[in-house]
């Protein structure tokens, strides 16, 4: 397992062929481009057609973020808490129909009655979208810090297979 978190994360951090790296593209075809949402799960990311994240909802907290924006949120006790969103970013292999989707939470703080929790994460999808368009089987990473209360072992990677179904716009 660990083994294949580093094959990935290799291929995150640009270790690629260059015959792969030529074949990826920034432009969504219309089939892919819209509303993921996936099972059993709060993830939905929305995808345009121009190659970017127009907006993700996230587990954590399940709000709607945008890149590079902030989002303040008030939670059901009154208080507020925080979240600031990084780069979103989208890269495509049309021959494969392999799609990767990164989403980064640069800072985030949560307060709810007396807890808090304060942090960061990554997580990055790659997987192939089926031939009619409406799946996406994709591999989830997680990486995160989220402060002394909910730490990650650097060793143990969380990952997961999700799937996602193209929403109807």
Request: contains cysteine.
């Amino acid at each position: 397992m660990l083994a294949e978190c580093a094959i990935i994360l290799l291929g995150f951090s640009g270790c690629q062929e260059r015959a792969v790296k030529s074949s990826v593209t920034k432009v969504i075809p219309s089939d892919i481009a819209g509303t993921w949402k996936a099972k059993n799960s709060p993830w939905k990311i929305v995808l345009s057609p121009d190659g970017t994240v127009s907006s993700a909802v996230i587990p954590m907290g399940e709000v709607e973020l945008k890149p590079n924006q902030t989002m303040r949120m008030e939670m059901k006790d009154g208080q507020f808490s925080t979240y600031k969103a990084g780069d979103f970013d989208v890269e495509y292999i049309p021959a494969a129909r392999e799609l990767f989707v990164s989403i980064e939470l640069e800072d985030m703080h949560i307060v709810y009655l007396d807890n808090v929790i304060d942090g960061n994460s990554i997580d990055r999808f790659i997987g192939t979208v089926s031939e009619d368009g409406k799946v996406w089987v994709a591999d989830w990473i997680n990486i995160f810090d989220y402060g002394p209360r909910l730490p990650q072992d650097a060793n143990d990677i969380y990952a997961e297979q999700l799937i996602f179904e193209k929403l109807e716009d």
